[in-house]
Nanobody
Framework: QGQFVESGGGLVQPGGSLRLSCAASGFTLEKYAITWFRQAPGKEREGVSYIGPNDGVTYYADNVQGRFSISRDNAKNTVYLQMNNLKPEDTAEYYC????????????????????WGRGTQVTVST
């Protein structure tokens, strides 16, 4: 059974940076499209950023475009999310999801398309 372990979350001041990691086990990451999602208390889980399995395609939510960057290291079976210029509204639990097929500009946002999930890492942006 495949699973993820997310790490790198923490408390950071507005304007600061964090780098999240998502390490996969039980499956070969390079065959999967990976998306970072986040969920704030009382809100639905929302897509943050997507990276395709081997085509270099990336998507970003409008509210993180230009601040966040997704990347993958298939040799390490790990996906990263570099988050810069963090804002209080970025505060949430961040999760990885893996889909075993390519997703489109619209379909990457839907949680039903993902087969494996991690347990999340908390990001808090506050003074």
């Amino acid at each position: 059974q495949g699973q993820f372990v997310e790490s790198g979350g923490g408390l950071v001041q507005p304007g600061g940076s964090l780098r999240l990691s998502c390490a996969a086990s039980g499956f070969t990451l390079e065959k999967y499209a990976i998306t970072w999602f986040r969920q704030a208390p009382g809100k639905e889980r929302e897509g943050v950023s997507y990276i395709g399995p081997n085509d270099g395609v990336t998507y970003y939510a409008d509210n993180v475009q230009g601040r966040f960057s997704i990347s993958r290291d298939n040799a390490k079976n790990t996906v990263y999310l570099q988050m810069n210029n963090l804002k209080p509204e970025d505060t949430a639990e961040y999760y990885c999801g893996a889909a075993n097929y390519y997703l489109t500009r619209n379909s990457w946002l839907y949680t039903k398309n993902y087969k494996y999930w991690g347990r999340g890492t908390q990001v808090t942006v506050s003074t």
